[in-house]
């Protein structure tokens, strides 16, 4: 089965830290993907990486960095925490094998900036 | 603009009926994939169902359809026969080519209350 583990399950964190996020996947895919997810709004793409060292911004960048140095590793990093960043944040990754695509989703990091 | 938008924020449905979740999406790229996924109150994400837009017929996955009608735009999923494990989120996504690179947005969303 296909793994994507997310480092933390729950984090509070202090206004102005710099907080890292990791996600690993075993499964050798391409792309990756951040996302947040706050009630009413849905899940909204924060980056995505389509290989190492490649990211693309995604819909709500702002306030937000990524590292992929390794391909099975996508960090994401606030540089200096606010409380409007306060969410669940899910990452993913995903397959493309001829017309074949899935998306596989980590378990999510409850993000609380006090 | 919105890419991919689901009208409904919430559903009640009673058990065994069969239900649809709507979900309309707005692209320019000829190549997309959209996805259909649900998350339970424990927060894992759960593929139900993938349509590619080049697929003839629309996609089936035991009780789920996709409802596929390309030039609606529009990819609503039909859950035949509806459990009260049913009861969750869901969600509609889509791919798209963005630079070279794949981009999944999702919609805000369908909270499903399946009735006894």
């Known amino acids: 089965d296909v793994k994507v583990t997310q480092s933390s399950r729950y984090l509070v964190k202090r206004t102005g830290e710099k907080v890292f996020l990791e996600c690993v996947q075993d499964?050798?895919?391409?792309?990756m993907f951040w996302y947040r997810q706050d009630p009413g709004l849905g899940l909204r793409l924060i980056y995505f990486s389509y290989d190492v060292k490649m990211k693309e911004k995604g819909d709500i960048p702002e306030g937000y960095s990524v590292s992929r140095e390794k391909k099975e590793r996508f960090s994401l990093i606030l540089e200096s925490a606010s409380t409007n960043q306060t969410s669940m944040y899910l990452c993913?990754?995903?397959?493309?094998?001829?017309?074949?695509?899935?998306?596989?989703f980590g378990s999510g990091t409850q993000l609380s900036v006090l | 603009a919105q890419k991919i938008t689901q009208t409904q924020p919430g559903m009640f449905v009673q058990e065994k009926e069969a239900v649809t979740l709507d979900c309309t999406y707005d692209t320019s790229d000829p190549s997309y994939g959209l996805f259909w996924y649900k998350q339970p109150s424990s927060g894992e994400m759960i593929f139900l169902i993938y349509?590619?837009?080049?697929?003839?017929q629309n996609a089936t996955e035991g009780r789920y359809s996709l409802n596929f009608q390309k030039a609606r735009k529009s990819a609503n999923l039909v859950i035949s026969a509806s459990q009260l494990g049913d009861s969750a989120m869901y969600f509609c996504?889509?791919?798209?080519?963005?630079?070279?690179?794949?981009?999944?947005?999702f919609g805000q969303g369908t909270r499903l209350t399946i009735n006894p």
């Open positions: 996504a889509m791919r798209e080519l963005v630079r070279g690179a794949q981009k999944l947005v």
């Open positions: 349509q590619g837009s080049y697929d003839q």
């Open positions: 993913a990754s995903s397959f493309v094998q001829g017309t074949n695509e899935k998306l596989f």
């Open positions: 499964m050798d895919h391409e792309n």
